[in-house]
């Protein structure tokens, strides 16, 4: 008989890295929740489920934490930052889904997790258990015995990881793993705020180890090491010997195991699937059905030769977790909590033939909407040719036309539908049809009429979601619509093309497609109005998609010429400030290690002191905002951030971009998104054009390579001149900033001469600096201590001169107060033109998150307002070069900036009109400035 099996899951530790795992893109939810934490935790359970089929397993949790421990040291973990609000929401989640799937939950009054399944551990162990501790967490290592292992799950990629006895002792270099505890009390640990030794690191820790196996008897022969090391151990071995005692996870808490609370049996599967649905999890809830004998069959997976217990039978049957035999009436349960292709009635049909073609055309052309999709060999629109054409115009049904591969018969059979696309009268609905848009243009296709893109109207009623057709189905028709990949296979050297699909089942995902966007319009219609969103989806964000997709067919020309030549100057320029480093240094080491360049910085060069922060993993930090800092008075920081800054241009753009070059064109084609940025922002991707540098030399180099079309052509570049400072000004109403754009005067001088009351022709350099870094930095809510780290000055000099600044234009304040009133009231602001920016985090308890909102509530209306005003200028713009039929291309956005391939004989014509539509894009009681450059390359024209 196989030994029995008990799974410990130690909570906070997984619901902490589920929560950071998707720190940069929240998983939120259509009802605003952010469900990162919930849905990270659920993955590390099921996938542990999922694996290893245990036998027993529990869940432990953290209850007002360690009274042992900050009995003995008041100070322990005192340094932790309050828990995020996001956090705090999922823990009764997660509970209530435990619950329900009658997992037990540990915990304790006064104990750790730790301490919970270290004393559970121990008790199963001897009740013949092996014990698996599913954490992150390295502490646990030293509670591994023949029978209890660390279970690290799955992370970045990397697979499991299982610890046994050898792999402790090989990762700590130790001889038993009781000794992990010394080396934790030795080292300390800086998310604990346990103290450990002064100057006793990783490697120093593991060196003494080797020589005296104990803290203990480390402390005993502390006067046989020589130097500064040895004098701080004598000095702090009182200090050392509680951090050993802080590190000793506990093993007897007040609980018992008992094997039959701790077995796993069936789940109330109503119950999960109810919070499953509330929290819109729609894949883990289809999954949890499959895991628990309720989907359809899963792969016999095992962990590093650890057997599942149970013998896992593939088959076309359903699975019960449970029971080695099938069942032989499994309960009732449907395969998926969302109705598909296969559960749905529907009625798609195939349309070939000249015939059933005309027949096709005609219905279309008596249709006041049809939602219309592209089905193509490639998702770059640029490459992609057409297999299919897909048409809806009533719920259920639809028709799906094929393509054939010979470009002259596709062309021939694509002209067919030119009177429904090019019609002005039928309103045209589809899912991110800028893509459709330019596919079509590939065939000579104008798409005319007005649009409906679900995409954008999702995008402008909750911007904070995703916006992906699947998930939009599922969150707000209950339908799971066919993914890709059961046609064309995964990612890989296997995936096929849509061309290589049978022609039914392309049918089938095709029209499902136009369908289901069909039906996402009828729900999103009503929600731009009731959200107040309508006009802005119509006078903006759908007029700009053809704009866009027009710019990005146009693309730019790259002199990938001169990059080679700036990468191999950059590549001299690394080499030389890399030797300077490691002179510096008195030794080489990985510059982009930070943990070594941390250990170089503060431990070997003491540089800063004794103050240095760590972060979560125990490592010094080195991100650009310490090191900036600290470069102000070490030469050898300064020459890293320079190191980085090359380093990032070379392999960011300068070897790069030319890979971006498209064959088809010679130039460079950017993606521009506008459901990504909650701003309103347009984003840029493969290859992105808005995030290259302009504040450093080297970094405007990179502009020099985006060239004219050629010898009858120039680049134009126009600049709005310090919009958002326009907008605040004219949001807030503040009649002395207005003042001064209305005089026309240098708004930094101006400013400057007010706050530092001198007048205005006695401005000094330094002092227009420190007003310009004020001006900026009131938009993001700059504080004292912010700005004394962007300036020359103290931080009481610099809450003197924020404290001038609001006496100076008073009216200010009270516009940033209103807005956070406002935010706290709505739950949202709004820009010029509507655009909301949803602030759940307003109210929250937490300071830190609410003064991040607060923060937001003042910059995302005067963010947005720009960025619509450069769109509707784009949109204006465009009309105009369409309608006066000009030769010159509008090719890039750039935040503020529009930049232009301008056919020589237009350009002393075509700048007048630029800057007029710039200028007048908005009317507000500030005027806007437009400035305006040319050149052979960006470089010059900006």
């Known amino acids: 008989m196989s030994q029995k099996r008990l799974f410990l899951l130690d909570a906070y530790a997984l619901i902490f890295r589920g929560y950071y795992a998707f720190i940069k893109n929240p998983r939120i939810n259509s009802k605003g929740l952010d469900t990162s934490a919930i849905f990270g935790f659920m993955n590390s359970l099921l996938d542990v489920i999922k694996r290893e089929r245990p036998d027993h397993l529990a869940v432990a949790f953290d209850k007002e934490g360690s009274t042992v421990r900050t009995e003995m040291y008041t100070e322990y973990k005192g340094n932790r930052s309050a828990t995020p609000e996001a956090i705090v929401i999922a823990i009764p989640y997660i509970h209530d889904i435990l619950r329900a799937m009658h997992i037990p939950i540990i915990e304790e009054a006064g104990c750790e997790a730790d301490d919970l399944i270290g004393t559970v551990a121990k008790q199963a162990e001897k009740q013949g258990y092996q014990v698996f501790m599913v954490t992150p967490d390295k502490d646990f290592a030293q509670l591994v015995s023949e029978n209890i292992f660390m279970y690290r799950p799955a992370r970045m990629g990397n697979g499991i990881e299982i610890w046994g006895v050898p792999e402790v002792l090989e990762r700590f270099e130790i001889e038993r793993p009781e000794q992990v505890i010394d080396y934790l009390g030795m080292m300390g640990d800086a998310v604990d705020n346990i103290p450990g030794l002064p100057g006793v690191g990783e490697k120093t820790a593991k060196k003494l180890l080797k020589e005296y196996g104990t803290m203990e008897n480390l402390l005993a022969h502390a006067h046989e090491i020589k130097g500064k090391l040895g004098e701080n151990i004598a000095a702090n071995a009182e200090k050392g010997l509680m951090s050993k005692k802080l590190a000793t996870i506990i093993t007897d808490c007040n609980v018992t195991f008992n094997e039959q609370d701790y077995e796993l049996t069936k789940p109330d599967f109503e119950k999960v699937e109810a919070l499953f649905h509330d929290l819109e999890f729609r894949r883990m809830a289809?999954?949890?059905?499959?895991?628990?004998?309720?989907?359809?069959?899963?792969?016999?997976?095992?962990?590093?030769?650890?057997?599942?217990?149970?013998?896992?039978?593939?088959?076309?049957q359903q699975y019960d977790l449970f029971n080695a035999e099938y069942p032989a009436e499994p309960e009732e349960h449907p395969a998926s909590y969302y109705n598909n292709l296969d559960n749905t009635d529907h009625h798609y049909q195939t349309v070939e033939g000249n015939m059933a073609i005309s027949f096709l055309l005609r219905d279309l052309l008596k249709q006041a909407s049809v939602?219309?999709?592209?089905?193509?060999?490639?998702?770059?629109?640029?490459?992609?040719?057409?297999?299919?054409?897909?048409?809806?115009?009533?719920?259920?049904?639809?028709?799906?036309?094929?393509?054939?591969?010979?470009?002259?018969?596709?062309?021939?059979?694509?002209?067919?539908?030119?009177?429904?696309?090019?019609?002005?009268?039928?309103?045209?609905?589809?899912?991110?049809l800028k893509y459709d848009l330019e596919v079509l243009a590939n065939y000579g296709i104008t798409v005319k009429g007005k649009f409906f893109d679900t995409m954008l109207a999702h995008y402008l009623i909750n911007p904070d979601m995703r916006h992906g057709m699947d998930i939009l189905a599922e969150t707000y028709l209950k339908y799971s619509p066919k993914p890709i990949e059961a046609l064309i296979g995964k990612k890989g050297k296997g995936q096929k093309t849509m061309r290589e699909v049978p022609v039914e089942d392309v049918k089938?995902?095709?029209?499902?497609?136009?369908?289901?966007?069909?039906?996402?319009?009828?729900?999103?219609?009503?929600?731009?109005?009731?959200?107040?969103?309508?006009?802005?989806?119509?006078?903006?964000?759908?007029?700009?998609?053809?704009?866009?997709?027009?710019?990005?067919?146009?693309g730019i020309r790259l002199d990938v010429e001169y990059l080679k030549e700036l990468s191999a100057d950059l590549a001299a320029d690394i080499k030389r400030l890399e030797q300077c480093i490691y002179e510096a240094a008195g030794e080489s080491f990985n510059l982009g290690s930070p943990k070594q360049l941390g250990e170089i910085l503060f431990d070997k060069l003491k540089i800063g002191g004794n103050k240095q922060k760590k972060t979560k993993t125990g490592q010094y930090a080195t991100g650009e905002e310490v090191l900036s800092y600290l470069a102000l008075t070490n030469p050898i920081v300064q020459d890293i951030l320079e190191w980085r800054q090359l380093v990032k241009l070379q392999n960011t753009y300068v070897?790069?971009?030319?890979?971006?070059?498209?064959?088809?064109?010679?130039?460079?084609?950017?993606?521009?998104?506008?459901?990504?940025?909650?701003?309103?922002?347009?984003?840029?991707?493969?290859?992105?054009l808005q995030n290259i540098p302009i504040r450093t030399e080297r970094g405007r180099q990179i502009r020099k390579a985006f060239i004219a079309r050629d010898e009858d052509h120039t680049i134009l570049s126009a600049d709005y001149s310090q919009i958002e400072l326009r907008i605040i000004a004219a949001l807030s109403g503040d009649q002395e900033m207005v003042r001064s754009f209305l005089m026309g005067e240098d708004i930094h001088a101006a400013t400057a001469a007010k706050v530092f009351n001198v007048p205005l022709e006695a401005v000094s350099r330094e002092q227009r600096s420190n007003a310009k870094t004020v001006n900026f930095g009131i938009i993001y809510g700059v504080s004292a201590f912010g700005l004394s780290n962007q300036t020359s000055l103290s931080r009481s000099e610099s809450k003197d001169l924020i404290d001038a600044y609001y006496k100076t234009y008073p009216r200010l304040r009270d516009y940033i107060q209103e807005q956070v009133e406002t935010a706290r009231e709505k739950g949202f602001v709004q820009t010029i033109s509507g655009r909301r920016r949803y602030l759940k985090d307003i109210n929250s308890q937490n300071v830190v998150v609410r003064g991040a909102a607060e923060r937001n509530a003042v910059n995302a209306p005067i963010q947005g307002s720009a960025a619509d005003i450069i769109k509707i200028a784009m949109i204006n713009i465009h009309k105009r070069l369409q309608s006066e039929n000009w030769k010159s291309k509008m090719l890039l956005q750039v935040h503020d900036e529009l930049v232009f391939d301008v056919h020589n004989s237009e350009l002393e014509r075509i700048k007048p009109m630029i800057k007029h539509e710039m200028e007048n894009a908005f009317p507000l009681e500030v005027p806007l400035e437009v400035d305006m450059g040319t050149g052979r390359n960006w470089l010059e024209a900006h």
């Open 286 to 316: 289809e999954q949890f059905g499959k895991l628990f004998g309720h989907g359809e069959e899963y792969d016999d997976v095992t962990a590093q030769g650890l057997p599942p217990t149970k013998t896992i039978i593939k088959s076309q």
């Open 371 to 432: 939602s219309f999709d592209t089905e193509t060999t490639d998702i770059c629109a640029l490459t992609a040719d057409l297999v299919g054409l897909s048409f809806s115009w009533e719920k259920g049904k639809g028709f799906y036309v094929p393509i054939p591969e010979n470009r002259e018969e596709a062309q021939a059979i694509v002209d067919k539908f030119r009177p429904f696309f090019e019609d002005e009268n039928i309103e045209k609905v589809g899912q991110n």
């Open 508 to 554: 089938e995902y095709a029209v499902e497609d136009a369908d289901i966007t069909l039906q996402l319009k009828e729900v999103f219609a009503p929600e731009l109005e009731r959200t107040g969103t309508r006009k802005l989806f119509d006078d903006i964000e759908v007029p700009l998609m053809p704009v866009l997709a027009a710019m990005e067919q146009e």
């Open 655 to 688: 070897e790069a971009l030319p890979k971006e070059v498209k064959a088809k064109t010679g130039r460079v084609h950017t993606d521009y998104m506008q459901t990504v940025a909650a701003t309103g922002r347009l984003s840029s991707n493969n290859p992105n």
